[in-house]
């Protein structure tokens, strides 16, 4: 069926093109670009209706089950422009394999990966001139599904939208590359094992967003959550994985469940691996973690992922306590993993583990 599906392009008027943000004005996710991928799910057909359109609004009826029962998973990845000027994708195919795993775990029809790559790099070609090139900015990418069927019984859907947006976009934290400041919450959870904490379903984010708010008011940017459980072990941050740079250990949470597996935690492993970094994915406590903090024996914390690229900690609160780390500065192993990952996603640096894929 995926061999027969033939994707429609249907190009926006000229005169309907929208006008581009200048880059320095780009925040997150808040332009879009002149068009978008579209296709349809039903029972009978499976996957059709393909096209890539102009960027519209969708007309839904308000019994769509997405509204009701959030049936609804996206992915995040990202396009650049090198400074030769091409376009580069960061291992596509593993964002589209990842939304898979989401899609069984939410009952979702699959997608085809690598027919999505290929879907993915025609649009990101049309609409190339929206890929900005200064410094630090990117076009943010985001695959979605949502279950459209209008019907109010809990069920998996039977029809379902998949759909690709795309955004010029500069840095996550308003921090840029520099600290953040993180609260750890040891009062709310965002997942636990057996749940839906380690795929991508908009609910694990809607969940996260009242304990970010306390965070915001103590004048954190992120949050730090620890397991469901104890309330011990740390698990990751709202928005990306977690590495602890432990007395020459790189450490991070195991991936047992609750915490979304990154693909940029995955290439962090394998690009320190490579400099010869002892690297090892464990249970590490709060507790642990602050008093090597106390010992003077935690070099760096950072946390990893697509919209945060490498995100270094400066401050971790913990009990209306700030713990400052590596006296609040970017440590050298974040500086170097966040300079060195970004000349590979750009294309200026070899590409030796074949993470990069061209557009064009
Ligand atoms: N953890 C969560 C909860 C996330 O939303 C993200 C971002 O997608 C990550 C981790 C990092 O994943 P990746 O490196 O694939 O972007
Ligand atoms: C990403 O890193 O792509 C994310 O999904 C994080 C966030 C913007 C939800």
Redesign the pocket.
């Given at each position: 069926m995926w061999e027969d599906l033939e994707v429609a392009l249907e190009k926006i008027e000229t005169g309907k093109m929208k006008k581009k943000p200048s880059s320095d004005d780009l925040g997150f996710g808040v332009h879009f670009t002149d068009h978008m991928f579209l296709m349809k799910w039903d029972k009978a057909s499976g996957w059709h209706d393909a096209r890539i359109c102009p960027y519209q609004d969708f007309v839904m009826n308000p019994a769509s089950m997405v509204f009701h029962y959030g049936q609804a998973i996206f992915?995040?990845?990202k396009a650049y422009r090198g400074k030769d000027g091409q376009l580069y994708l960061f291992r596509p195919q593993?964002?589209f394999e990842?939304m898979n795993r989401s899609a069984i775990r939410m009952c979702m029809p699959r997608i085809q990966a690598e027919k999505m790559v290929k879907v993915l790099k025609a649009l990101v070609y049309l609409d190339k001139e929206w890929v900005p090139a200064a410094e630090g900015t990117t076009l943010y990418i985001r695959p979605t599904m949502i279950a459209v069927e209008p019907a109010l019984g809990v069920r998996p859907a039977a029809e379902y939208y998949f759909f690709i947006i795309m955004s010029p976009v500069g840095s996550y934290y308003v921090e840029g590359c520099a600290p953040t400041k993180i609260f750890v919450s040891d009062e709310y959870v965002?997942a636990v094992k057996g749940g839906v904490?380690e795929v991508?379903t908009t609910g694990?984010?809607a969940a996260s967003l009242y304990m970010s708010e306390i965070a915001k008011k103590a004048g954190c940017t992120q949050v730090l959550w620890l397991d469901a459980c104890e309330h011990k072990y740390i698990e990751?941050?709202?928005?990306?994985?977690i590495f602890f740079m432990l007395d020459d250990t790189l450490v991070t949470p195991p991936l047992e469940g609750s915490?979304?597996?990154?693909?940029?935690?995955?290439?962090v492993i394998q690009l320190a691996g490579s400099w010869g970094v002892d690297i090892v994915e464990r249970k590490i406590s709060i507790d642990e973690v602050l008093e090597a903090n106390d010992n003077g024996i935690l070099q760096e914390v950072f946390g990893?992922?697509?919209?945060?690229v490498i995100s270094p900690v400066g401050e971790l609160f913990y009990k209306e306590k700030t713990h400052v780390i590596n006296g609040g500065q970017t440590g050298k192993l974040s500086a170097r993993l966040y300079t060195e990952l970004q000349a590979i996603q750009n294309g200026s640096q070899d590409d030796r583990f074949k993470w990069v894929q061209r557009v064009g």
């Open positions: 992915e995040g990845m593993d964002n990842r965002r904490g991508k694990n984010y990751e941050v709202g928005t990306s994985n915490i979304l597996g990154g693909i940029t935690k995955a290439s990893s992922g697509t919209a945060a």
